[in-house]
């Protein structure tokens, strides 16, 4: 395994070989151990979250959805004023039935549901803005 390796393909991995766990590796150094617990238990997170990551988009991109979650501090902040980190690209809101196009003024609010595309070549990205939708405090 790779550390910047999709959790599908890594469990995928994991399954094909019949095993509870392997080693993660980088340049040649083993960096830590996956176990398809720790696999599972990030998914029943993304689940409890209503987070889904979407199939693969024509390359290595991915797309995934999100619902900004009650005391989250990007609700009632606009995309500017969140300061969403590279490589996290907010494409599109639905809010109640209505699919809108962000600009860097559209204001969040709870229960907005985001499509958002991830940068692969920034994988660290991804948790950064997962740490910031989900945190229940007033800083951003």
């Known amino acids: 395994m790779r550390p910047d ?11 094909e070989a019949q095993q509870a766990q392997a080693p993660v590796v980088d ?14 238990r990030i998914y029943r997170e993304f ?12 390359g290595p991109a991915r797309a995934v959805e999100a619902t900004v979650p009650p005391g989250s501090p ?10 969403l980190p590279p490589g996290v690209l907010v494409v599109a809101v639905l809010r109640d039935g209505e699919v809108l196009f962000p600009k860097a ?8 549901r985001l499509t958002v595309l991830l940068d692969p070549e920034n994988p660290e990205a991804w ?12 800083a951003v």
Do not use: I, N
């Open 74 to 83: 990007l609700a009632s902040r606009t995309l500017r004023e969140a300061a």
């Open 105 to 112: 003024d559209t204001v969040l609010q709870e229960g907005d």
């Open 5 to 15: 390796q999709p959790l599908d393909e890594a469990l995928a991995q994991l399954l």
């Open 47 to 58: 689940a409890d979250a209503r987070v889904r990551v979407t199939p693969p988009l024509h």
């Open 127 to 138: 948790q950064r803005w997962w740490e910031r939708l989900w945190r229940t405090s007033d």
């Open 27 to 40: 340049d040649g150094r083993v960096v830590g151990t996956l176990h398809a617990r720790d696999v599972l």
